[in-house]
């Protein structure tokens, strides 16, 4: 019996990890995060929840990884600071992981095992094939694990983009090959089934990146991920050919483009990249720059730049700004925001030009039905998607022949088993979702979430008694004091005579039951609030005794 279980990743786009246990093993492929929404105020980033993989942990090898996003990756180290597993990836997908490792688990633990992309490795038991795909950073893979079930195949996020931009194109004889010799579920990429047709190939956007070059007046700038290594080269290659230098600012810009430089995945001709002390000497017409921030984030350079805060560089009149990325849902808001103020500023910002500055790097319908027909398995799930997107590549393969009985519309924790000839969805193992916050610990619980939601949305009262525990007696009158309230100002004053009045019905031995007075004085004080002034806000106790 072969089960595969999604801790994350299915019914949503976001910490995507796998587990695939077979008897005594268990390999995991992937280990992501997914960015909070907006019922999660203060949150960072969420992880799956790992008590599974503790539970068994004995039987865990490891973590293969399919390549370097933060919905593949992110979730690591908080799985290392439970288990100390080795993670096997490619060189440069172990070169983008290494500074947060290194960060949060220390690098005398780590246990880091290089693969080529199409290599095979063997962990444990599995005999794993490893399979070049196209997306939007470099090495990405497809993984085919073996079991004693058959052949299971991941395609990981992937395109076919024909003319990438590294010229390393997807393995297409090799998937046919694993096809041919028989694959009993493909689990695919199913981000992009809404869109119809084939997807264009990264290499669309050089023209429009090249035409915003040819209508600036002053400097280009260029935000992107700091992990999109093909639209960095691209922008680097048309700034060169149009006598440009390039600087680079922002952290994560730098250490990627440092990383690329020296393992070559990026083409720099000679004398291009200068450090951005010098780019800001150049005249406006000679000076390229890439940046961080295309989410909007607070704290990256272009945000800041568009507040005119940032110490290092100013945006000037003039400065011409191509915004090459996609928004992740929730950041709307931050990433318009940032737009707005750079226009406010002079800068011309190129989001949404008539030749396209961005394309995704997930495959559509022709693609992921092309990914099925070289594949051919025999079970089929969606993942990486959300219910839409499960519920719509059902409905292609469909077309394609599958019958619904060979179609899995997976969900988080619920295994797949297989077993003979037979598949099914089975009883969910212990999963979640793990909240994390600036401060760094896992687990803000959903009593945290639902105090930062009532303080933000409806303010705070804080109720103050004073109780003489050795009478039993309250001492003066409870103080009710509001914070970010909006009310009638009599509201209060109910407040205070409700809670008053419930105060002088408890009896002596209630009084000096600290416990007893807080349950009290908060329930009084909420019911009041909402029934007579329609409002929930945060309550907070505060029982002194003397
Ligand atoms: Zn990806
Ligand atoms: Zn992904």
Known sequence: ?????????????????????????????????????????GVDIVVPDFTYLVQNSRKVLGVIITHAHEDHIGGL????????????????????MKHKLEEKVGNKSLQLKTFKPGEGIKVGSFEVETIRVTHSIPDSCAIAVMTSAGALLF?????????????????????????????????????????????????TVLPGIRSAFEHAQGRILMTTFASNVHRMQQFIEVAAEQGRKVGVVGRRMEQS?????????????????????????????????????????????????????????????????????????????AIWRTINRLFKQGCEVIYDAPTPVHVSGH?????????????????????HGEPRHQHLYSKLVRRMGYQDNRIF??????????DGKKAYLDEPVPHGRVLIDNSGLPGVTDEVLRDRYNAANEGMVIVTVVIDVDEGEVIGDPVVQGKGLH????????????????????????????????????????????????????????????
């Open 77 to 96: 180290p908080y799985l290392l600071q439970k288990l100390n597993v080795p993670i096997y990836a490619t060189a440069f997908t172990h070169a983008m």
């Open 409 to 418: 519309t997976m969900e988080d924790g619920r295994p797949l088993v297989f």
């Open 1 to 41: 019996m072969v089960k595969v279980i999604p801790l994350g990743g299915v019914g949503e786009i976001g910490k995507n990890c796998t587990l695939v246990e077979d008897g005594n093993e268990i390999l995991i492929i992937d280990c992501g995060l997914s960015f909070p929404n907006e019922e999660m105020p």
């Open 257 to 333: 483009m440092d990383i690329c430089e020296n393992l070559g995945y990026i083409r720099l001709p000679k004398g291009v990249r200068v450090s951005l002390d010098e780019v800001k000497q150049m005249p406006d017409h000679q000076a390229a720059i890439l940046t961080t921030g295309s989410q909007g984030e607070p704290m990256s350079a272009l945000v800041q730049m568009s507040r005119g805060s940032y110490g290092r560089m100013q945006i000037k009149e003039g400065d011409t700004l191509i915004y090459s990325a996609r928004t992740i849902p929730g950041n709307e808001g």
């Open 487 to 546: 009310a009638n100002s009599s509201l209060l004053d109910t407040v205070q005579s409700m809670v008053t009045d419930g105060l002088y019905s408890l009896s002596k031995e209630e009084l000096c039951d600290l416990n007893r007075v807080q349950l009290e004085v908060v329930d009084i004080a909420k019911r009041t609030l909402q029934k007579r002034g329609q409002i929930r806000p945060l309550v907070i106790p505060s029982i002194v005794s003397v």
């Open 155 to 203: 395609t990981g996020d992937f395109k076919l983009d024909f003319t990438p931009v590294d010229g390393n194109l997807t393995d297409l004889a090799k998937l046919t090959q694993i096809g041919k010799e028989g694959v009993l579920c493909l689990f695919s990429d199913s981000t992009n089934v809404d869109r119809p047709g084939w997807g264009p190939s990264e290499r």
């Open 363 to 383: 495959g559509y319908q022709q693609e992921l039905m092309m990914m099925v027909n070289l594949v051919k398995p025999h079970f089929i799930a969606p993942v």
